[in-house]
């Protein structure tokens, strides 16, 4: 029977075996930054391919964009993160730890309020008298009702661009990939024959000053998102927003999450973010303490908000010059009569008819689907008396796909199993391995949660076949070697 996973299980593993390491380890570590190893790279990059050919590569409707991570800052005030994207903080009079109200636990119940409720709402100073902190506990110390007054806490990292000071701006290290899909809307509409309904994808790094981290890399400061974002006629947009729902919780089934891993949380009106008409998360089971729903992506129906706001951005340049480049002493462009008829608008030859599109907007966290695929990947048993631990990942994901072996290190085994090696790597990653019992080099690629190992043996030599072990089962079959690349390009789906 499988061993119930724990977070240190896998974290253990990761490190082990080279998936994720603390990024400064050798310094002590920075906190809530973590280095792909060797295997977890080809892991993290494995899905992120996943999912560009499940959203891009398959689909007719939707292109793909690399936006560039810094952008204008008007881009972040027509947005509303520079005024809005902010997190209710409070700090404990007795040890000074700095906590996220919506953190807090109440000392009778022990209970605790949904954790994402508050990743986009407006926090304004004054919204903070509103919360009574009198029976919270502090995380740190335990502490009861003795918080400061809650205050809003900025998320977005600010940084300097210019070579002096007379030149220089504040500029932002985005806090999604959102809005480069935005202010790029014309660029595609004007290069491509897209029309709408169609979609606009990208994979990229954000960040996020975040308050408190959690859990390995379920929660860092620097994080890589894939967002699509899906233009629509308004009036079709609950139908796209369903679409979208069912299209991305089959891309984890089909990916080998387990079903009763995995649900939908409709988010409550209150909880919604200022852009949003309607929002559901697509949850999973983590393995922190008891386990935890936690979210892996959201898919929001932001209606025509953004585009709209950037149109007024648009218009608002002029001041931004005249304010000293200044975010914070300007007001948008009031919204003209015409706004529809505006740049960021699109025009359906077929209706005769102009409108600012609708947009759906699938938005997953790479770095936590990889953590989720991990975990559901986890597993211990027990074989012949001792402990096998594997990783049953989808052969798509599995970041070596094969593992050759030789036997033993002579009569020319090493040779033939060094020419399949170098057949099969042209075209996917492979693993050589000469090194110790077979049994163990099983035990390895078990663990790196490799689908297909190839073993070169006596057998070879007399008739030209080898071995090839599959990982879940165990099972061996005997595959002429000439039949090695297309047997497992059919058991790979390549």
Not at 272 to 278: E, F
Not at 330 to 359: M, N, T
Not at 402 to 429: C, Q, T
Not at 467 to 479: G, L
Request: with cysteine.
């Amino acid at each position: 029977m499988a061993k119930l996973t724990k977070l240190d299980d896998i974290v253990s593993l990761c490190k082990r075996r080279g998936f994720i390491f603390q990024s400064s380890e050798i310094y002590g570590g920075l906190a809530s930054c973590y280095d792909y190893g060797p295997l977890g790279v080809e892991l993290k990059n494995n899905v992120k391919r996943a999912w560009w050919k499940n959203v891009v590569q398959m689909r007719d409707d939707v292109v793909g964009l690399d936006a560039s991570i810094f952008m204008h800052p008007l881009i972040w005030k027509a947005s509303g993160h520079a005024d809005k994207f902010a997190d209710l903080v409070s700090e404990c009079k007795k040890c000074n730890t700095r906590t996220r109200v919506d953190h807090l636990q109440d000392s009778e119940t022990g209970t605790k309020k949904a954790e994402e409720h508050a990743e986009h709402v407006s926090m304004a100073t004054e919204e903070s008298k509103q919360y009574n902190l009198a029976n919270k506990v502090c995380p740190n110390c335990g502490a009861v009702g003795q918080f400061t007054a809650p205050m809003p806490f900025k998320l977005m990292f600010e940084t300097q661009m210019g070579a002096n000071a007379e030149d220089s701006m504040t500029m932002y290290l985005r806090p999604e990939t959102a809005q480069g899909i935005f202010a790029n809307f014309r660029n595609v509409l004007d290069t491509t024959r897209v029309k709408v309904p169609f979609g606009i994808a990208q994979v990229g790094k954000s960040f996020r000053n975040e308050v408190t981290t959690k859990a390995f890399i379920f929660r860092t400061r620097e994080f890589e998102q894939a967002e699509l974002e899906f233009f629509c006629e308004p009036g079709t947009d609950e139908q796209w927003y369903e679409h979208w729902k069912e299209q991305r919780c089959n891309w984890y089934l089909n990916l080998g999450l387990k079903k009763e891993n995995l649900r939908f949380r409709d988010h409550d009106p209150d909880e919604l973010a200022h852009y949003a008409k309607a929002c559901v998360d697509v949850e999973y089971r983590f393995p922190f303490g008891s386990g935890d729903w936690q979210e892996l992506e959201g898919i929001a129906n932001r209606t025509d908000y953004d585009l709209r706001q950037h149109q007024r951005g648009m218009r608002t340049l002029n001041r931004w010059y005249e304010s000293g480049r200044d975010l914070t002493k300007i007001k948008l462009a009031d919204e003209a009569e015409d706004y529809q008829s505006g740049p960021l608008s699109y025009f359906d030859e077929e209706k005769k008819a102009r409108y600012i599109p609708y947009v759906i907007e699938p938005s997953a966290g790479m770095d936590r689907s990889t953590l989720a695929f991990l975990v559901d990947a986890y597993d211990e048993e027990e074989v012949r008396g001792e402990t096998r631990n594997l990783l049953r990942f989808h052969p798509a994901l599995a970041p070596i796909k094969a593992a050759i072996f030789p036997l033993v290190k002579k009569e020319g085994m090493p040779e033939i199993a060094r020419s399949i090696y170098d057949d099969l790597k042209r075209r996917f990653n492979c693993f050589y391995d000469e090194k110790g019992a077979v049994g163990r080099r099983y035990r390895r690629q078990d663990e790196a949660g490799t689908p297909f190992c190839i073993t070169v043996d006596g057998q070879t030599l007399q008739d030209q076949t080898v071995t090839i072990r599959e990982r879940d089962s165990m099972e061996q079959v005997r595959i002429a070697t000439a039949q090695v690349r297309s047997y497992l390009y059919d058991k790979l789906d390549l």
